[in-house]
Nanobody
């Protein structure tokens, strides 16, 4: 049974860096041809894809967020992480990690506020 679980602070101050971790169980993040993404949903808005890391560790980001986004992984812990820098209140959203649009975490609300 594949499960993804997001973790990280629920409140981040403006201009700081938002950091979230996705812990994957039941599937190795190095399994060939599996991809792992971060997706977010601001209040009252649709889903926004942020970026992806592949089974080999290569990354790709949404052009609109690329300058502020970094996705990395820790294969020893079977985790991948999201870092979003210089956050503003507009980055307030429920953040999801997912794999191949098939497996999703439950999501975690991150509020950007002073």
């Amino acid at each position: 049974q594949v499960q993804l679980q997001e973790s990280g602070p629920g409140l981040v101050k403006p201009s700081q860096t938002l950091s979230l971790t996705c812990t994957v169980s039941g599937l190795s993040i190095t399994t060939d041809y599996y991809y792992f993404s971060w997706v977010r949903q601001p209040p009252g808005k649709g889903l926004e894809w942020m970026g992806i890391i592949s089974y080999s560790g290569s990354t790709r980001y949404s052009p609109s967020l690329e300058s502020r986004t970094s996705i990395s992984r820790d294969t020893s812990k079977n985790q991948f992480t999201l870092q979003l820098s210089s956050v503003t209140p507009e980055d307030t959203a429920v953040y999801y990690c997912e794999s191949d649009m098939e497996y999703w975490g439950k999501g975690t609300l991150v509020t950007v506020s002073s």
